[in-house]
């Protein structure tokens, strides 16, 4: 009896396990930064906390709650800045206070160094638990607010001098942090390097997979019509009993195709987590992220399989580049069942799988940015499969009935407005972006404001500047990275 119950909690535990994938909504498991690769004397760096309020826009709310922070103070030289690294969609990294650019910086300015982990996310528990209720104290406003705090939290903490200059630091959503910061509080944040941040929200980002096309399109016109192809077959093996079995043997589906219901969503689900697979390998092609995963899985990889006729139908080599990612994955099935996916999603508990950021950052997609991916601008590559109402239906399934499209247009509306979207109008920020990055399309990529100027590196994939140097970086990167420091330097001799 016990046996039997060990032996359901198990396989409870694989399938939630399964439900989730690695890379979706154009957000990685863990957050959208990877690791930097590490040098040998890496010394861990301890947690502290931060204590903060729960609501910074209620002065009756007296509550708080504790937040966690990194310090490096190895680099700081008196009257060195401060460099402030703010924390995203996931849990923050304390390998980021010992390698990556950043850190290069800071030992040519002697700056002290501190990374703030987001609210919601990591460890970082304002509430008890991820229910809705608790939820509406996420948003990049009370994020924005943290960060003012803790600035004047350790000005005080460290005897920081007056007039000491703070610079933020953000990769993808806290590239858009780190501009807003600087909007927002210029009396606290003096410069801002923004990395991958996207400034417009949108509801129905179809220039994501536009850029994925194009991406792709940097290997071969061949790699983009094998694609074509091979969703073709697709399409109509799911038409018939017997392609659906092929199909779900070829992809290793964890579950049947139920005959009955072709055209639900699941296989909305199953289009876009195809579709993800390349998103997954163009937002981070040959990156210097460290993740033993992944990383060497490029676009290169898999459209080297996907033009090679040695490897069977083109439906056969797009399996072989599922399978490809799931075996890097370490998941042993391709998992498409909608309703397995959302009901991880409506799991509120902070110990759940989805509390790693999936749950915290779908909301945040749902009130605040939207940003979902659709596959409605490339109805060829990625098939008119996974509209935009695929996305707003998520929203609605793991928040509830209010979560619905009004909400989620007067939300972005909302959020175009306060931050300004493309209009925002700051100084002493640089907007820092690669082409092959599907993020790039709703950042900034020029500028005609010499006081916030944009790099926009040709070839390089999401966050590249941000990663330790490598001999593999294209001058360009290289180029980018050196010109960054420059325009800090300047900056604090502002
Ligand atoms: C990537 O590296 C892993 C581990 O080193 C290896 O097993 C795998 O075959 C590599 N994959 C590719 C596509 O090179
Ligand atoms: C939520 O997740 C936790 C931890 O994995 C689990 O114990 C709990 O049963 C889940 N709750 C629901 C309602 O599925
Ligand atoms: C970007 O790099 C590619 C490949 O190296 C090159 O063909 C292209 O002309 C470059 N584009 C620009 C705008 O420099």
């Not at 990374?115 to 948003?139: C, I």
């Not at 994925?212 to 969703?231: G, K, P, Y």
Request: aromatic share 12%.
């Amino acid at each position: 009896m016990l046996f039997i119950r060990l032996l359901v909690i198990l396989l409870a535990g694989v399938n939630a396990a399964l439900a989730l994938r690695s890379f979706a909504r154009g957000r990685s498991k863990g957050g959208n930064l990877g690791s930097p690769v590490l040098s040998k004397d890496y010394v861990p760096v301890e947690d502290q906390w931060f204590e903060q309020f729960l609501d910074h826009f209620n002065p009756t709310d007296a509550r708080t709650w504790k937040q966690r922070y990194f310090t490096n103070s190895g680099f700081y030289k008196k009257g060195g800045p401060v460099f402030l690294m703010i924390g995203g969609e996931g849990t923050a990294n304390p390998k980021w206070m010992a390698e990556g650019e950043w850190i290069e910086y800071a030992k040519q300015y002697g700056a002290l160094c501190f990374q703030l982990e987001h609210r919601f996310y990591g460890k970082s528990h304002p509430t008890a638990d991820l229910s809705v209720k608790n939820l509406m104290y996420l948003s990049s406003e009370q994020a924005l607010a943290d960060l003012a705090y803790f600035i004047e939290g350790m000005n005080l903490r460290h005897q920081i001098p007056a007039g000491t200059k703070w610079i933020t630091f953000g990769g993808s959503y806290p590239g858009s942090l780190a501009a807003w910061s600087r909007a927002k509080y210029p009396h606290l944040v003096h410069g801002a390097m923004s990395a991958s941040g996207p400034l417009l929200a949108q509801i129905d980002f179809q220039q994501y997979y536009v850029v994925v096309e194009d991406a792709l399109r940097t290997h071969s016109q061949a790699c983009i019509d094998a694609v074509v192809t091979a969703n073709k077959q697709v399409h109509i093996m799911l038409r018939h009993p017997l392609g659906q079995k092929g199909l779900a043997e070829k992809f290793k589906f964890c579950d049947p195709i139920d005959p009955g219901h072709t055209k639900n969503n699941d296989i909305a689900n199953m289009y876009e987590s195809l579709a993800s697979n390349f998103a997954e390998v163009v937002q981070y092609n040959k990156d210097n992220r460290k993740s033993s995963k992944t990383a060497n899985i490029t676009i290169d990889t898999i459209c080297n399989i996907l033009v090679d006729e040695n490897r069977g139908t083109p439906v056969s080599r797009l399996a072989q580049v599922s399978n490809l990612l799931l075996k890097a994955n370490d998941e042993k099935c391709f998992d498409y069942k909608y309703n397995k996916m959302i009901s991880e999603l409506r799991n509120v508990s902070w110990a759940d799988e989805a509390a790693e950021g999936g749950r915290q950052w779908t909301y945040q997609t749902c009130t605040e940015f939207g940003f979902f991916q659709t596959s409605t601008a490339r109805p060829q590559l990625f098939s008119e499969t996974f509209p935009v109402d695929f996305f707003v239906q998520q929203c609605t399934d793991i928040f509830g009935p209010r979560y619905n499209i009004h909400l989620l247009q007067s939300a972005v509306e909302r959020t175009n407005t306060i931050y300004g979207a493309f209009d925002l109008d700051v100084s002493n920020v640089v907007f820092v972006h690669g082409s092959i990055d599907p993020w790039h399309a709703l950042g900034k990529i020029k500028s005609t404001n010499p006081r916030a100027p944009a790099i926009y590196i040709n070839g390089t994939a999401h966050c590249a500047n941000m990663y330790p140097q490598s001999d593999n970086d294209p001058p360009q990167l290289t180029e980018a990275r050196k010109r960054i420091g420059q325009l800090i330097g300047q900056w604090l001799k502002d």
